[in-house]
């Protein structure tokens, strides 16, 4: 009787336990990092392209222009929002590629807030979540991390042998960011433009792609204190100094334009359940500001 208990109390002790194996500071650190190796990237590639944005691309009769192909200017627009998709078109980024970077920036954040959030690459994602999210209403925050931890680490384990999600993942990104390119007239036609793209700068992006699954690591199985998120702002809403920070402060702001554009900078923040006096209530903070691009720079 006695070595069946101490069976028992040695399995419920993983949910039991709620030592986080990474800080928070090591967490804002992680994120702050991938936000520079995104800027760097980003600055580099619309240096490149936008040096042959006055030259006409090549085209074959099979060719469509991104602006002109209703899918592929779906794929970005939901990231990139309707005002930097019109941008993305009318700048002239031979004279001026500020405006290809922040959509290049905008794109990899949100693709690396995906990527870190996500259970599975299957599509399995969203149902897993909502079972999380029923889990965590329910229990104890020691017992829905745990469960968490546990639950993405197994499911991390059995997707090893999917040699299908990396590369799906790279070619995914990818195909987004030629979209852009090929949407702001850079001389690259839609027939081999991600071939183009990865050939040039496949292994900086696969890094990013990389250390974003990293994070997601982190953030499912080595944190069960709290629920950590990565924080991206949509384009078109109102500016909001206590949860996004300007990334080109010294732009005077005008009323009507103080709106976000995008955001260029991921931010983090830590949600719990916590007891007081009795009650659980959920207490959530902003460990890192979004830091978001506003339409008066345009």
């Known amino acids: ?36 190796d995104i800027f760097q990237l980003a600055a580099f590639m619309s240096d490149s392209f936008s040096a042959a944005t006055n030259e006409t691309p090549v085209e ?61 690459f299957d599509g399995s994602s969203p149902v897993l979540a909502k079972l999380y999210e029923q889990v965590r209403n329910s229990e104890d925050q020691a017992v829905a991390g745990r469960w968490r931890a546990l639950s993405r680490s197994h499911l991390r384990l059995l997707s090893a042998g999917d040699k299908d999600a990396l590369p799906h993942i790279r070619k995914f990104v990818c195909g987004g960011l030629a ?13 081999g433009a991600v071939e183009a793209l990865t050939s040039t700068f496949g292994d900086r ?48 702001l005008h009323d009507e334009r103080n709106i976000v554009l995008c955001t260029t900078e991921m931010g983090l923040r830590r949600e719990s359940w916590e007891v007081k006096d009795g009650q659980r209530v959920q207490e959530i903070t902003l460990l890192l500001k979004p830091k978001v691009a506003l339409e008066s720079v345009l």
């Open 60 to 120: 074959t009769p099979a060719d469509t222009p991104a602006d002109e192909d209703p899918k592929a200017a779906h794929r970005i627009k939901g990231h990139l929002g309707d005002q930097l998709m019109e941008s993305l078109t009318s700048w002239p980024h031979t004279d001026d590629p500020t405006v290809l970077q922040m959509a290049l920036q905008c794109y990899f954040v949100h693709m690396s807030r995906h990527i870190t959030s996500d259970w599975t």
């Open 205 to 252: 992006i696969y890094a990013i792609i990389d250390a974003a699954l990293n994070i997601n690591r982190i953030l499912g199985e080595e944190i069960t204190s709290g629920d950590f998120e990565i924080v991206a702002c949509q384009g078109g809403v109102a500016f909001d100094p206590t949860s996004m920070e300007d990334v080109a402060p010294d732009v005077p």
């Open 179 to 191: 979209d852009i390119l090929i949407r702001a007239k850079c001389q690259l036609s839609p027939l």
């Open 1 to 36: 009787l006695l070595d069946d208990r101490t069976r028992e109390l040695k399995g419920a002790q993983p949910f039991l336990a709620q030592t986080d194996s990474v800080s928070g500071a090591e967490t804002i650190c992680l994120v702050q990092v991938l936000n520079a």
